[in-house]
């Protein structure tokens, strides 16, 4: 029924929110019945042919289905979640639709009573998907009206600033070159990605009255106004020069008395992945520790820890400039600042997606399929030819500046006072205010007011619950990592520990004609 509806809708292009799942019916139908491969693109090779891009961790960005039956045509399926990055529950909240979002089978209006709960179930299915329809259709004709037609939301806003970087006479293939593959794959052990800790001192208690501040757009301030890296790095070893640099260690000692663990366990470097990062375990004690990190890593384990050694390796320190950005933040950050609705929420995009595109991997694969077993198998075989500018230091050095700013801030509020901090976040005990350390303001860098609370209680990372004041009211906010509503709908400050074990996650599994998702438990840890 499916392909069906694909195939006779005489639709050009296809959104699916989530792609991921969505792909195993079509590509389970596609391969069952031997419709070939199209490696040219075109439609001049079978009566029916097809084309997909799915990466080497799953993610499925678009299958084409290609038509040479006398009309010639192509059905684009795209997944609409590349190019929004939320889920449709947030899309619905933050892009302030008027659209119902669902209907409960239990609360449909009185005319449909005498239906029976499987028909107003199915009615229900029917309201739940028109509103998805609905919302994704909004959204994408705001894109497209914007001119942000990219397979995802990084690609248009890399797409866009290459364009005003080409419109001013920058030459990125000088400033940004294709780095040496060993020694991106080294640099690529110093990138982390944000900042997330937990206060060890009140890990797992519950605590009165805080509040939350976060920073207004952290990365593209710091891509705003402070020195970035380009070119070819310059190679020492054994010595640390000025400037910037990402150097390879092995550093013995333990933290500080009121430090705050900076280092995470990176046992088994692994230069195959995005990052370096093995798992999220800070570091209290370093013996014989080898990490890789930036000059203002480095300056942070320095400031937080008493050391009693460091070996110094490998050192590539990099020259600097600034101005690259300063078109493209000033643009959508005026926007983001006076717009409401779809136009705030796109430009939000624009700014929070051009960073980690210079991070992509220059040796990315993606994946083949083919039916074994009678079930789809992927295989991840083929270099994706990505001739898109990439420069793994850029993003290396903004995330590893705006680790530097929120723990420098968090060490100058005193640690006593920080209970948690995520990426450009900070949660406070007490009603702290210092208009110097924290000024509050709508502009680009300074802080805002998240939320206030009452009670909150941190048990691992991502992982905390919170009653929040709200005007006159006060609501209970759950925040757990990897948990989607249908299990946070279990939790409550009665059963938020550890070992608390609820239902509602998912799980899909490929099975015969594409794949099912399975219901499993979901089990609160502490690290």
């Known amino acids: 029924d499916l392909m069906c509806k694909i195939i006779e809708v005489h639709a050009t292009q296809i959104y699916v929110h989530d792609l991921n799942y969505v792909s195993g019916y079509i590509l389970d139908w596609l391969n069952r019945n031997n419709v070939a491969i199209n490696k040219k693109g075109t439609r001049d090779e079978a009566y029916m042919s097809y084309s997909m891009f799915r990466d080497d961790i799953g993610n499925v960005y678009y299958i084409k289905i290609f038509f040479n039956n006398g009309i010639k045509r192509v059905i684009e399926i795209k997944s609409s979640r590349n190019k929004t990055m939320k889920s449709l529950r947030d899309l619905y909240r933050d892009y302030k639709l008027n659209i119902e979002l669902k209907v409960d089978p239990e609360s449909i209006e ?102 939350v501040y976060d920073v207004n757009s952290l990365y593209p301030y710091i891509m705003r106004y402070f020195d970035l890296p380009y070119g070819f790095p ?20 333990h933290v500080k008395q009121n430090g705050i663990s900076c280092l995470n366990d990176m046992k088994g470097l692994n230069k195959n992945s995005t990052s370096g990062i093995i798992n999220n375990a800070f570091q209290d004690d370093l013996d014989q520790f080898e990490c890789w990190l930036t000059n203002f890593d480095y300056e942070l384990v320095v400031n937080n820890y008493d050391i009693d050694s460091i070996a110094i390796f490998e050192v590539y320190k990099f020259k600097t400039t600034k101005g690259w950005f300063d078109k493209y933040i000033d643009h959508f950050y005026k926007v ?5 609705g779809s136009k705030r929420e796109i430009s939000k995009l624009m700014l929070d997606s051009l960073y980690g595109r210079f991070g992509l991997k220059s040796d990315k694969k993606k994946s083949t399929v083919s039916l074994k077993d009678n079930k789809l198998v992927f295989e991840n075989s083929l270099n994706v030819d990505n001739k898109s500018i990439r420069y793994l230091p850029i993003a290396l050095f903004v995330t590893s500046i ?17 209970l948690y901090m995520d990426t450009d976040s900070i949660h406070i005990l007490g009603y702290y205010e210092d208009d110097e350390l924290l000024h509050v303001s709508k502009e680009l860098g300074d802080w805002k007011v998240e939320e206030s609370f009452t009670r909150a209680k941190y048990i691992n990372l991502k992982t905390y619950i919170m009653d929040v004041i709200d005007d006159d009211d006060v609501h209970t906010v759950v925040k757990m990592a990897g948990a989607p509503d249908s299990v946070k709908q279990y939790i409550d400050w009665s059963n938020f520990k550890q070992g608390t074990t609820v239902p509602g996650k998912f799980y899909t599994k490929i099975v015969p004609g594409g794949c099912i998702r399975i219901e499993c438990d979901y089990t609160i840890t502490q690290i």
């Open 402 to 418: 705006g680790r530097y700013l929120l723990v420098n801030t968090a060490m100058d509020i005193g640690v006593d006072k920080i």
């Open 110 to 211: 009185d005319a449909t009573r005498q239906l029976s709960y499987h028909d107003r179930l199915s009615q229900y299915y029917k309201n739940e998907c028109y509103s998805v329809a609905a919302i994704t259709a909004y959204i994408m004709k705001s894109l497209k009206k914007a001119g942000y037609n990219k397979l995802t939301i990084s690609s248009d806003a890399m797409r866009l600033w290459n364009k005003w970087e080409e419109d001013d006479k920058r030459y990125h293939s000088v400033d940004m070159p294709n780095l040496d593959e060993d020694v991106e794959s080294n640099l690529r052990l110093a990138y982390r990605g944000g900042f997330n800790w937990i206060n060890p001192r009140y890990k797992g208690l519950e605590v009165k009255d805080g509040i």
């Open 234 to 253: 310059d190679y020492y070893y054994g010595q640390l020069p000025s400037g910037y640099w990402v150097g390879h260690f092995i550093i013995n000692g």
């Open 336 to 340: 983001k600042k006076g717009a409401k």
